[in-house]
């Protein structure tokens, strides 16, 4: 037997609306209170970062570091989360910000001072060599008694760091205040770029002062490209393997600046160290003859 269906009467279903209707308020009210508490707390002063102190003050721009740091800091995430807020990460965004806005620096540690805090300390990149442009300019196979090498134009150079790494523009120098080197970059601004692999910059960073503990200091030091390099070294330009055993390279160079293989009273065009042990002189009073090439061993 079906049972019989109930009829709600017309004043039952006007109750059960004002009911869901009050429910439905009540619900509301707690949601914006809950949030507003949240949006209290979140905002309140007494979760937010209040103060930033750099160290050392002694960095280059303290200043505009000190700026870039609070404009990182102001605003809110899609106008909800304050970027300064003590409850979000602060140490990845800020070092990351830094070190691209500036260059210079090396690394940047961020560490919580007090609870409304934050300490940054700062290392600026020390240099370590020179980039000089793609070119090796005119003066570097100046001879002797063509006039003083330094009163000469070297190009627009940047400061290398250990890494090859470069991060800002070098003021002119006379003389070999740091190994300068040059080859081609990927694009056209230098402050940004890694010159080469470190690696391989450490490795001719290192062949440099030997040559230079040595009295045979390199004025410049090309690469050529992928294969070949160039040294630049009392007006002689010597070219090497790039990707060649740097050791063997040094012990080729010693024999050669040190012994009777070239002619020291005769201006050399060029001298090619690329082939085995053996030296390729061609000189720049007769480059047109081919006659005026001597090949010599470079080994007993």
Not at 10 to 21: I, S
Not at 173 to 183: E, I, K
Not at 206 to 231: C, K, Q, S
Request: contains cysteine.
């Amino acid at each position: 037997m079906i049972g019989a269906r109930k009829f709600r009467t017309t004043a039952a279903r006007k109750r059960e609306r004002v009911r869901l209707v009050l429910v439905s308020v009540l619900w509301v009210i707690v949601i914006s209170a809950v949030l507003g508490g949240l949006w209290y707390v979140v905002h309140g002063p007494f979760l937010r970062i209040r103060e930033v102190t750099i160290s050392p003050e002694t960095i280059v721009g303290f200043e505009a570091v000190r700026a870039a740091a609070g404009e990182d800091l102001a605003g809110s995430y899609l106008h909800v989360l304050p970027r300064d807020s003590i409850l979000l990460p602060q140490a990845k965004r800020l070092s990351a910000l830094l070190m691209v806005q500036f260059p210079y620096i090396r690394t940047v540690t961020v560490r919580r001072g007090t609870f409304h805090s934050l300490a940054l300390t700062l290392e600026e990149r020390t240099p370590d060599g020179l980039w000089c442009g793609d070119v090796v300019p005119p003066v570097a196979t100046q001879h002797a008694g063509a006039g003083a090498p330094g009163e000469e134009s070297w190009g627009a150079c940047y400061f290398l760091d250990a890494d090859a790494f470069m991060y800002a523009r070098a003021p002119t120098f006379t003389g070999n205040v740091l190994p300068r080197f040059y080859g081609s970059l990927t694009h056209a601004e230098p402050i940004g770029q890694t010159y080469v692999d470190p690696p391989t910059y450490r490795a001719w960073r290192a062949l440099y002062d030997r040559l230079h503990g040595a009295d045979h200091m390199p004025d410049a030091i090309l690469f050529v490209d992928e294969r070949d390099a160039e040294l630049y070294i009392g007006g002689a330009r010597i070219l090497v393997a790039r990707d060649g055993d740097l050791n063997e390279l040094w012990q080729h160079l010693e024999a050669l600046l040190t012994g009777d293989i070239v002619d020291r009273t005769r201006p050399v065009a060029y001298i090619d160290l690329r082939t085995n042990a053996k030296a390729f002189v061609r000189y720049a009073d007769d480059v047109g003859e081919s006659e005026s090439a001597t090949t010599s061993s470079l080994t007993q």
